[in-house]
């Protein structure tokens, strides 16, 4: 989880240790130090000494971890010094990444990032949706206080805004679901981009319900019937959000897809399993297996009529 990863890399910039279960693979302490490292091989520097020591102490396996050892470039740089409850390691190279996850491991560090970004700017206050009256209220997790009213030191969120597309402009845009403003600028909260993300959207074709809509507010507005615009420019709107919700949850299948081959082209089970979970429960996947079964359904219904005729 994130806090493990926390210890890991706090693990690779300092001289400490973590303690992991070798059964469950959970870490049990960070930051330990050995109490004397006098039996430690004297092969290296500190780390490489009190590792040794705590190899032989444990027993246990102990790896030697620091900024040496890493991918540079997407290639290893390296070698971890491995100690098989001995006292002196075995060196193992680091492995690269593999491919599959390369992509996976970035979008990861941009989140992180940008959930750090936002805790040391937090003043604790956060927007809540209020399903009784349909509207966002405030909630202070530091003082507990309450308010409908926007405090003036909030700091948006990332959850905060819903990212759309204008079908006139053909650009992305961005609406606070908070206040239900919108704006063209994308607000720094939120993460970069994935690349394409703005030509995926640009190319989200209308649906055949959208395209009806459209045809017949364009018609209502060239006869300046406002009633009948009125009626149906939220129609039209949802239509239209629908249609980008379906470009993007094509997008995103389509890249889940394409890693699990990567994933089964490296032999990497483990991912293979993984992005399969992650697959089968992507609101798409679902979509399309109600309807295929829904459809099998259909044919199978026809054909006990056939026959019963």
Known sequence: DSEDKGFVYQSFIEDGAMIIDGQTGRIISSGYRVASVEIGHDGGGLKHKAASAIAQTGPCLAIKCSEDCCVVNGEGKGDLKVF???????????????????????????ALEFENKELKVSTGWEAVFDENSGHYYY????????????????????????????????????????????????????????????ASLASVEPSEKTEML?????????????????????????????????????????????????????EDF?????????IDAHPLHIKQERERLEKERLEKERSRRSVSR
């Open 84 to 110: 098989p409850a001995a006292r002196e390691p075995t060196n193992v190279p680091v492995p690269p990444p593999a491919k599959a996850d390369v992509a996976e491991l970035q979008r990861k560090l941009e």
């Open 139 to 198: 909630s202070n997790s530091e003082t507990g206080e309450t308010t409908w009213t926007r405090p003036s030191d909030y700091v948006s969120r990332a959850q905060d805004f819903e990212e759309r597309y204008d079908a006139a402009s053909q650009l992305p845009y961005f609406l606070d679901k908070t206040t239900n403003e919108s704006t063209w600028e994308r607000p720094a909260c939120l993460p970069p981009p994935l690349p394409d993300s703005a």
């Open 214 to 266: 459209a045809k017949a507010y364009k018609e209502a507005k060239s006869k300046k019937d406002v009633a009948l615009m009125k009626e149906l420019k939220p129609k039209l709107e949802e239509s239209q959000r629908r249609d980008e919700e379906t470009a993007k949850w094509k997008a995103e299948l389509a890249d889940l897809t394409k890693r699990h081959e990567d994933a089964i082209e490296i």
């Open 270 to 278: 483990d991912l293979v399993d993984k992005l399969q979970g992650e």
